[in-house]
């Protein structure tokens, strides 16, 4: 599996910005998408998480109410993120890994298998 993210820039608090992830050449029928980001000189976190069917959504508590993770379609994940800090600035990665049903979540890196280039998202205060 492939993941290209895109979408990130610089941008000024308040602002807001949309990061995109396709995934090319996956084969299984379930999978999850997670968002995650590395700021300098801190560890890798999660952000957002959804499910194969997007029913299922996990958010860190740090963007919650700001940002929403979608699917557009089965191979293109979206992660809007409104009313930017400067606290998130950081390179943002898309990952993908399988699940056992269209419903399944994964909050740890860990769960992921694939993991695409990161885009840089910085934010100005």
């Known amino acids: 599996v492939q993941l290209q993210a895109s979408g990130g820039g610089l941008v000024q608090a308040g602002d807001s910005l949309r990061l995109s992830c396709e995934a090319s050449?996956?084969?299984?029928?379930?999978?999850?998408t997670g968002w995650f980001r590395q700021a300098p000189g801190k560890e890798r976190e999660i952000v957002a998480a959804?499910?194969?069917?997007?029913?299922?959504t996990y958010y860190a508590d740090s963007v919650k109410g700001r940002f929403t993770i979608s699917r557009e379609k089965a191979r293109k994940t979206l992660l809007q993120l409104n009313r930017l800090k400067s606290e998130d600035t950081a390179v943002y990665y898309c990952?993908?890994?399988?699940?056992?049903?269209?419903?399944?979540?994964?909050?740890?890196?860990?769960?992921?298998?694939?993991w695409g280039r990161g885009t840089q998202v910085t934010v100005s205060s």
């Open positions: 050449g996956r084969t299984f029928d379930y999978y999850m």
């Open positions: 990952a993908e890994g399988t699940s056992r049903t269209r419903y399944g979540l994964g909050m740890d890196s860990r769960d992921y298998t694939y």
């Open positions: 959804v499910s194969a069917n997007g029913d299922n």
